[in-house]
């Protein structure tokens, strides 16, 4: 099974990219490719834009990098409730291009956030669109309070309850 992973975050130091990439990890066997969404370069998003240059380069290939994949796992950060502006922004143009920007394909959606809330806010929100986007939403889990679940050095989650709740959702991936 390939799994591509990525987390809606432009951050270079993204807790939700170090999510998606341990979560996909849990999956015995899989071939996973993490992406990363600052490789996917787009002007800002507006009609005029799509007129003047077409199809952005950059949401071409973040839909191929899609396409090559037997599942996902996407972990959403969570600016002011939403999406990150980065990501938005680039989902907005590979929505122009293909509406089922993840190609019918079985998906675990994950969140976090440093705080207890856990980005809940942006993953009932994904979850909520999902099905308009081609998403077959196999299981989705909100990570509250980052930092205190997960050790960077062994790039896993501490929280054994949280661990088993993703391993649980991403086995769904099968």
Same mark, same amino acid.
């Given at each position: 099974?390939?799994?591509?992973? +990525?987390?809606?975050? @432009?951050?270079?130091?993204?807790? @939700? !990219?170090?999510?998606?990439?341990? %979560? /996909?990890? &849990?999956?015995?066997?899989a071939q996973v490719q993490v992406l990363?969404? @600052?490789? =996917?370069? *787009? $002007?800002m998003f507006s009609e005029d834009k799509e007129k003047e240059i077409g199809q952005a380069e950059g949401a071409q290939q973040f839909l191929a990098d899609?396409?090559?994949?037997?599942a996902i796992?996407?972990? =959403?950060?969570?600016? @002011?409730?939403? =999406? $990150?502006?980065a990501y938005k922004n680039l989902f907005d143009w590979a929505s122009r291009i293909n509406r089922s920007v993840f190609q019918d394909k079985p998906v675990v959606y994950l969140a976090t956030s440093p705080g $207890?809330?856990?980005? &809940?806010?942006?993953? %009932?929100?994904?979850?909520?669109?999902? $099905? =308009? +986007?081609g998403a077959d939403v196999k299981a989705s889990v909100s990570v509250p309070s980052f930092y205190d679940n997960f050790d960077f050095e062994t790039?896993?989650?501490?929280? &054994?309850?949280?661990?088993?709740?993703? !391993?649980?959702? *991403? /086995? !769904?991936?099968?």
């Open positions: 099974m390939r799994i591509v992973a +990525f987390g809606a975050s @432009n951050s270079s130091t993204s807790i @939700n !990219k170090a999510l998606a990439t341990y %979560a /996909a990890s &849990q999956v015995e066997g990363d969404i @600052n490789d =996917y370069s *787009v $002007p899609l396409a090559e994949a037997d796992v996407v972990s =959403y950060a969570e600016h @002011n409730g939403y =999406y $990150p502006a $207890p809330g856990g980005a &809940q806010t942006v993953l %009932a929100a994904a979850t909520a669109s999902a $099905p =308009y +986007f790039a896993a989650v501490t929280n &054994q309850e949280i661990a088993d709740e993703i !391993k649980a959702a *991403v /086995a !769904k991936l099968a």
